[in-house]
């Protein structure tokens, strides 16, 4: 299922068949992070800065990994991107819900360089004036995603760890 098939559609008792029901108009914010991942998808880091994030966007990866903790501000969470591209990783979102501010996302994320890491993902996103203000994900299988993040980003050995960048 790619980008554009993502969507959630729920159906109450007694509602019309999905063939007599008329489509709904998509919700701003849900358009907004579908967006959000047709970008990603290209790896257009520009529209990334410019069209989805705010300039104080907070992003929270949760786990005890050297990728884990939250990034401030749109460099930080920039970097973090790179990093993911370093792996291939790759998003198919499966839901998108919208309810206010919230966007809540459920997608396939999984890592091509090398293979390995290949489970569901959960994203909270906060909306504010059309852009990505907030954004805090939940892993399906953390213990997996933690040892993935381990063996790809291992720390540099303990004396290039202990070099200062000013040569103090």
Known sequence: MGVGAAGLTLAAVGSPSPAEAKPAKEHPN??????????YARND?????ERFFAAD?????????????????ADEVLAFFAQLARAGFRADPIALAADGDWVIDLHRGWSTQPEGLDILWALAFRIRAGRIVEAVNFAADQHAADAFFWRRYPLAKIPERLETPNGD
């Open 45 to 49: 880091l520009t529209a990334l800065r």
């Open 57 to 73: 966007i907070v992003w929270t990866i949760p786990g005890h990994h050297p990728l884990a903790g939250t990034k401030r501000g």
């Open 30 to 39: 849900v358009k907004l992070i579908r967006d959000y991942y047709a970008a």
